[in-house]
């Protein structure tokens, strides 16, 4: 079973709808991420959370939103889908190493939405 | 502002040769660096990480080299396969704090028989 799943996996959604895209994770992490990918731009962090009590913006976190409802689970809105929020979504958790001086981000499958 | 970049898009590597896919980095903070592997339709999997305080990180067939100066790292894979044909992503980031990664745009690898 994979450690960290995303629903749906292909939405093709309609400008100015709202949108959710959800995340799971089965590993116990306490901190999740969310990530768009462009073609040639590489992914960009959109949000993050520590805690269910804590969420902070990334780099691009305009026209989103988040809600953490419980350590495993992370989702990301859109509240009015536009055009330019095509693009491939990944959800991520992170395990520190118990030195702190290394860590792995895990990735879930992504979700791709076409905004039309 | 890119701090993260890969300046080749696309890498062509015959099998069994070495592959060498490069990065480079403008912020100072950075001092933890990891290298994801993509195939379609699949999130980043995670291939090998280096701290700053380190020069050389070696797993298997890859290794990642890292020189501070110059702000550079770069991915080996030898010998080269045909399953390694993927999108590579460098990542970066600072080791404390979020944790939050910066990446570059990705090279595709593709390994010919």
């Known amino acids: 079973d994979a450690d960290v799943t995303q629903t749906p996996r292909n939405r093709i959604t309609k400008t100015g709808k709202r949108i959710m895209l959800e995340c799971s994770q089965t590993k116990g992490h306490d901190r999740m991420y969310w990530y768009r990918q462009d073609p040639g731009l590489g992914l960009r962090l959109i949000y993050y959370?520590?805690?269910?009590?804590?969420?902070n913006k990334g780099e691009i976190s305009d026209g989103y939103s988040v809600s953490r409802q419980a350590q495993a689970k992370f989702s990301l809105s859109l509240e009015s889908a536009i055009p330019n929020q095509t693009a491939l979504y990944f959800c991520a958790t992170i395990i520190l190493s118990p030195t702190g001086r290394s860590y792995e981000q895990y990735f879930g499958p992504g979700t791709r939405l076409t905004v039309t | 502002d890119q701090q993260v970049k890969q300046n080749s898009p696309s890498l062509s590597v015959q099998e069994g040769r070495i592959s060498i896919l490069n990065c480079d980095y403008t912020n100072s903070m950075f001092d933890y660096f990891l290298w994801y592997k993509k195939y379609p339709a699949e999130g980043p999997t995670f291939l090998i990480s280096?701290?700053?305080?380190?020069d050389k990180n070696e797993d298997g067939r890859f290794t990642v080299f890292l020189n501070k100066s110059a702000k550079h790292l770069s991915l080996h894979i030898v010998p080269s396969q045909p399953g390694d044909s993927a999108v590579y992503f460098c990542a970066a980031s600072a080791l404390q704090g979020a944790q939050k990664l910066v990446f570059g745009q990705g090279t595709r690898l593709t390994i010919n028989p």
């Open positions: 959370s520590f805690d269910v009590k804590d969420i």
């Open positions: 280096i701290s700053s305080i380190k």
